[in-house]
């Protein structure tokens, strides 16, 4: 086994680095001034559409009054992935979607760039100064092993980490982060930020356990007799491929993945036309990523209507705002190949019954991916829809003192629900722990 603290680093000669921020960082100056224009509203309604439930009046207060490490001390007490958060949240559809502004057809508080801000920048004075903004408690003589680097996992760590508990991750990929590293697309967050979260993370005292597949290398049943209990965090299983393969296909998670992770990794030369199948914010990320890296002609097809995407509103609005295209109605029967090559991709109009081709030189498929436990033999109870069943106030399975959050529980959420489920989850095993050594 291989126990490291120190995230490995990334090929220097990435895709992903010519891929300019979508949403910038703040100045000083900037941060104060934005933050300085909230109405501290009560019972704000921000709070209330945040699912770690974060202080947001409260943080932003700070800011504005120039207190940037007390406002990530904020943050990072409701959710210890608020730097990835901020970036990658899509606060459209809460926090800043929620804001009182929207009321007053004015611009929101920007919400999600103060948290950068603010988690950015204390973590660079505590690097500079060595100041740390939590000190773990003395040691409980408690140890939880997590199952997958995921950023439920890693959540859950760190406040179990920071109680004094023994928290050891064992992941199989050996890069930890989860899509957070390999599947968020590069204008929102670069590979080199996850890594860095992770990595401060793991500084509070947690464990990585690098290289190690639970279910493979070691069974789950010798993680239960050796440890207190155990936190179940792995993502999805494989994505769907339709029964659509060959040259110039992708599943639309692995390209993802190549873009911000391979060292040189390049398109194809004469990717002129690409094709995405799918509806939902990773074929957004895709096409848009596609359009940014040049591909003179990127469409979506979506086997509905428009209004039936289940992307986010604002995924949708950017890819347009780079020239993507939208063709409704169209199911996917087979890919045509000529001389080796992607020549077009076949589709029947739903509505009227008639095949048609879509020229490409690339096709993505981003139509989701297969719940399941990846091959563990955890033995817990599992909802029809493959997911695994957890008590929703404690995140505990049908099985004793075993827990679990993140994709694995809600079939593929946003990041700041696995740091939700994490520090509930956490919660929930050190108040269980605190009963029993009070005799409850």
Same mark, same amino acid.
């Given at each position: 086994m291989t126990k490291s603290t120190v995230?490995?680093?990334?090929?220097?000669?990435?895709? *992903?680095?010519?891929?300019? !921020?979508?949403?910038?960082?703040?100045?000083?100056a900037e941060a104060r001034i934005e933050a300085q224009r909230c109405l501290n509203c009560h019972d704000a309604p921000c709070v209330k559409h945040c699912p770690t439930e974060i202080d947001i009046p409260k943080f932003i207060g700070q800011i504005a009054s120039g207190n940037t490490r007390g406002a990530a001390t904020t943050i990072f007490e409701q959710n210890m992935l608020g730097a990835s958060c901020a970036r990658v949240c899509p606060v459209e559809e809460m926090c800043v979607g929620a804001c009182?502004?929207? +009321?007053?057809?004015?611009?929101?508080?920007?919400?999600?760039?103060?948290?950068?801000?603010a988690t950015d920048e204390a973590c660079a004075d505590e690097r500079a100064t060595g100041r740390r903004l939590f000190t773990p408690a003395a040691p409980i003589g408690r140890k939880v092993a997590l199952v997958g680097a995921g950023p439920a996992s890693l959540a859950c760590a760190a406040h179990l980490a920071l109680a004094g508990a023994q928290a050891d991750i064992y992941e199989r990929d050996g890069v930890p982060g989860?899509?957070?590293?390999?599947? @968020?697309?590069? =204008?929102?967050?670069?590979? *080199?930020?996850?890594?860095?979260?992770? *990595?401060?993370?793991?500084?509070?005292?947690?464990?990585?356990?690098?290289?190690?597949?639970? +279910?493979?290398?070691?069974?789950?049943?010798?993680?239960?007799?050796? =440890?207190?209990?155990?936190?179940? +965090?792995v993502g999805l299983a494989e994505v769907r491929t339709l029964d659509l393969d060959g040259p110039g296909v992708w599943a639309a998670t692995d390209l993802i993945r190549a873009i911000k992770t391979e060292q040189r990794f390049a398109l194809p030369p004469g990717v002129r036309r690409a094709v995405v199948i799918g509806g939902g914010n990773t074929a957004m990320d895709i096409a848009r990523e596609l359009a940014m890296l040049g591909v003179k002609k990127v469409t979506v097809a979506f086997r509905r209507r428009e209004a039936e995407m289940s992307a986010y509103a604002h995924e949708w609005v950017g890819a347009r705002s780079y020239g993507v295209l939208l063709r409704e109605n169209l199911r996917p029967l087979a890919v045509v190949h000529r001389d080796g090559a992607l020549y077009a991709a076949r589709f029947e109009e739903t509505d009227s019954g008639r095949e048609i081709e879509l020229a490409c030189d690339l096709l993505a498929l981003a139509v989701g991916q297969d719940v399941g436990m990846q091959a563990m *033999? /955890?033995?817990?109870?599992?909802?029809?829809?493959?997911?695994?069943? @957890?008590?929703?106030?404690?995140r505990r399975t049908s099985v004793g003192r075993v827990y679990a959050g993140g994709d694995c529980i809600n079939g593929g959420r946003e990041v700041v629900?696995?740091?939700? !489920?994490?520090?509930?989850?956490?919660?929930?095993?050190?108040?269980?722990?605190? /009963?029993?050594?009070?005799? +409850?």
């Open positions: 995230s490995p680093r990334l090929a220097p000669n990435r895709l *992903e680095r010519f891929f300019e !921020d979508a949403k910038p960082a703040y100045s000083y009182v502004y929207q +009321g007053f057809n004015d611009q929101p508080i920007a919400i999600g760039r103060l948290q950068r801000h989860g899509l957070n590293t390999t599947g @968020v697309a590069p =204008y929102k967050m670069k590979a *080199e930020s996850s890594l860095a979260e992770a *990595e401060w993370l793991l500084s509070h005292g947690a464990r990585l356990i690098a290289g190690v597949a639970v +279910g493979t290398d070691i069974s789950f049943a010798s993680l239960l007799d050796e =440890y207190d209990a155990v936190f179940i +965090g *033999e /955890a033995g817990v109870r599992q909802n029809a829809n493959g997911t695994v069943w @957890v008590d929703p106030t404690t629900d696995a740091a939700a !489920d994490g520090r509930i989850a956490a919660n929930a095993m050190l108040a269980e722990w605190k /009963a029993e050594k009070n005799g +409850g």
